[in-house]
């Protein structure tokens, strides 16, 4: 097992209380996975008629709990995409058991189903943790009667605490908008720090909100803050098999549903729901393995917004950038080697490269006399900004990561037998 | 300036003395480019009537000598693809340096064109360091004419010293094949140990031989080796702006000029070739910037040879693969991880991983009750074998990559100011 880890330097000083949303409960319970002396099962459960959304890992070998969402969510759609609950136990991700993966994943199911009076696709499942290894159903099977009876409104910390694997601090946010003058509360948790530790893996998140939200108007609304906030992070480059994002609609608020996730009613909702997604993209970030700097990587002047995301997340995936950052060195050659692997159409004589907003490459060159000291002084900092020129394009997009630190080293390879 | 590095424990033990090839001489001088005290500048002159052949970096951020080479081997063919010589230098990359770059190139250039009497596109240049500087062209001027008086047939070793940045070890290889009955000799030189150590970038290899081989024979099996190494290698995943391979074929053996690339009766300069271009491109990841263990990943199953390779790299570049195996870790679910997000069509049922021949993983489960103790003593030593079995399709490859280890933190982050 590996050595418990010192909190992320990067953490939130001093994080925001999570704000309870109506119609959601939450129970968490030690159930001995892999840990022990700490709660490893969570379940949240949805009052009946809540809506449901998801966003999966695009791994081709994706969990067994993957698959079951992807399935239940398809097939709910035709009854207007209900759900009830989802269960989450970290220590086992229950990935790469053939047969009895998914026979674990059904007895979960069954257990939800029976204990909350539901169909079996309104119960969704996600596992984080070892990868080939059994999965201790049995235990999730006989603790359901418990968590059922101790869901609470206010367990949203509690929750975010009982889905951490190497994560070194709990992960939530939380935001308020209006739809059609009703108010509504949007709270989401989250972990993950890297694809994952020793053996350890998964981006997890659950949001939910009390708005009245259609299912696909919600699945759309999902997967654009996803591709906004989730998608724009990135510690190593690894996917994990069991990268699962859910976002739940209860309809307590009482609003008026919308038809449409371009209704212009869904404005400051969708400003909310981006900023609850991007502090839960940015806390994962913050957790990054062995990170000791955040990185926020802006690019502009892409052919379009897609292609600079894609280039800001190769920058963001150098092992050299982020070996550079690390050292505070003012590396810019490494940021243009990464530009120039990603692949995509750029204008070699309009590159430009700032740090902390002091350019420090130009129009396809090195910025004669440079004043050092500012560039210097930022990367010394912990918070770093690096700005891209790559054309005159139209395309932007921002990007986030942490630097590449012996931390990871020791955390992914030193502490294993 | 990083602090030296001891040369890695995966250099070659008892290495073979290079081979001379007729019609090919090198000089080296130590013309204070960056480093000081050690040869700095390589000229290796080609008999007048040799061909060449070249390959080199994808990155769309290419540095000014590549733009060079490319422009000269296309110019050149028109007039049977002729070289006379290649000028390289360690220390400066001139990457990033806009007009000034292309006109250091040019001046390189003319200093050798007007020594050795020949058109301007018969002279190639390669550089290597550091990116967005200067390059001190009018040092390397100066010592052309010292550098054409100091060209001898055997200063291979020399030449493959003179290239080296933070390379810890000289690298090279030679090979002998028949051509219809002809014996032909094949040397090459080679640098680089992952894509870069502090701000010192970039792969070159050079190699000749003394086959007769027009310059479209030449180009197509470069293109062919190269497929088989270089592009089968990766330290770091990184890709440098000034990757350069090149090759050059004498015609001092006398051997009959193929027709095509494809004449049967290459088949032995085919081997001699390839072996030639794998063993620089293993000795390259064997000096990969804080290599302890040389990994040689297999894959079978894939829908053709080209998706078992770009399998293979991804699973060579996974940051959590590289450290699991730094810590002699059995951590298969970190490759299937990286199987999945390759993004090519595999069978999970399928899937099958084994280290050193061992089966941990078998039609995509683990192997149960499996003897790990074999598994820990092959991934204990520094030569390790992973085999990765993606479906029943016809596709192989076979890559090789190095762990990643706090020796590559310290030369890319720790030993900068």
Redesign the interface.
């Known amino acids: 097992m590996p050595k418990p880890r010192q909190p992320s330097p990067l953490a939130p000083r001093t994080p925001v209380p999570p704000v309870a949303v109506a119609g959601a409960r939450f129970a968490t319970l030690a159930a001995g996975i892999r840990y022990t002396g700490r709660p490893d099962l969570l379940l949240i459960e949805l009052e009946p008629g809540s809506t449901a959304a998801g966003v999966f890992?695009?791994?081709?070998?994706?969990g067994h709990p993957v698959l079951w969402c992807r399935e239940a969510l398809a097939r709910g759609l035709e009854q207007g995409g209900r759900a009830r609950a989802v269960i989450v136990n970290a220590g086992n991700?229950n990935?790469?058991?053939?047969a009895?993966?998914d026979a674990a994943v059904a007895r979960e199911v069954a257990a939800v189903q029976a204990a909350l009076d539901c169909a079996a696709e309104e119960v969704l499942v996600a596992s984080t943790g070892?990868?080939?290894?059994r999965l201790a159903v049995e235990k999730i099977e006989a603790a359901v009667p418990a968590l059922v009876a101790g869901l609470r409104a206010d367990g949203v910390d509690a929750a975010a605490r009982a889905i951490m694997t190497t994560d070194t601090f709990a992960k939530w946010a939380s935001a308020t908008a209006s739809i059609g003058g009703k108010t509504v509360t949007l709270t989401g948790i989250a972990k993950g720090s890297?694809?994952?530790a020793?053996?350890m893996?998964t981006m997890l998140a659950f949001a939910v909100t009390d708005a009245a939200l259609p299912a696909p108007v919600l699945q759309t609304l999902l997967n654009r803050a996803a591709d906004r906030s989730f998608n724009a992070t990135t510690v190593?480059?690894?996917?994990?098999?069991s990268d699962t994002l859910l976002l739940f609609a209860t309809g307590r608020a009482g609003n008026a549903p919308p038809r449409s996730a371009d209704d212009s009613g869904l404005a400051d909702f969708v400003r909310a729901l981006d900023a609850v997604m991007i502090e839960l993209a940015q806390q994962v970030v913050r957790d990054g393995e062995g990170a000791q700097k955040f990185i926020e990587i802006g690019v502009k002047g892409a052919l379009d917004d897609a292609a600079a995301r894609r280039i800001g997340l190769v920058v963001a995936?150098?092992?050299?950038v982020k070996?550079?950052i690390?050292?505070?060195?003012a590396?810019?050659?490494?940021i243009?080697?990464?530009?120039?692997?990603?692949?995509?159409?750029?204008d070699?004589?309009r590159?430009g490269v700032a740090f902390g907003g002091h350019d420090v490459?130009l129009?396809?060159?090195?910025v004669p006399d440079l004043d050092e000291a500012p560039v210097a002084a930022h990367l010394a900092g912990s918070e770093i900004i690096i700005d891209i020129t790559v054309g005159d394009g139209p395309g932007r997009a921002t990007v986030w990561t942490c630097?590449?630190?012996?931390g990871?080293?020791d955390i992914?390879?030193?502490?294993?037998?």
Chains 1, 2 share one sequence.
Do not use: F, Q
Request: proline share 4%.
């Open positions: 890992t695009r791994s081709l070998t994706a991700a990935v790469c058991r053939g009895e993966g070892v990868i080939g290894e890297g694809m994952i020793p053996d893996a190593d480059g690894d996917t994990s098999t995936n150098s092992p050299l070996t550079a690390a050292g505070a060195d590396n810019w050659g490494r243009v080697m990464a530009v120039g692997k990603a692949g995509e159409t750029i070699p004589a590159l490459a129009n396809g060159a090195a630097d590449l630190t012996h990871y080293i992914n390879a030193d502490y294993r037998s």
